[in-house]
């Protein structure tokens, strides 16, 4: 793990196309502004793990339950 230490309004750069400013700091929080491609995803660590777990969740649908939903999603098509 790299570390850094940064104080107010300074930044550091990942790569050439992302960039971290401290905005402020107060207590025990950092204030952090990010710059990046609309392509770049960025999430809190908590809200991915998240996003990670539901989309294994889902990926799990078993294949019958599936066939299940297509042959109701073709039955409504049809009426």
């Known amino acids: 793990m790299l570390v850094l230490t940064r104080k107010k309004d300074?930044?550091?750069l990942?790569?050439?196309n992302i960039?971290?400013?401290v905005l402020s700091?107060?207590?025990d929080k950092v204030k952090l502004g990010i710059e990046a491609p609309a392509s770049v995803?960025?999430?809190r660590q908590e809200i991915y793990e998240e996003?990670?777990?539901e989309n294994a969740e889902a990926a799990?649908?078993?294949k019958d339950a599936l066939q299940t939903i297509l042959q109701i999603v073709q039955?409504?098509?049809e009426n």
């Open 14 to 16: 990942l790569g050439e």
């Open 19 to 21: 960039k971290i400013t």
């Open 51 to 53: 996003i990670k777990k």
């Open 75 to 77: 039955t409504k098509k």
């Open 60 to 62: 799990l649908i078993n």
């Open 25 to 27: 700091i107060e207590g």
């Open 41 to 43: 995803g960025i999430y």
């Open 10 to 12: 300074q930044a550091l």
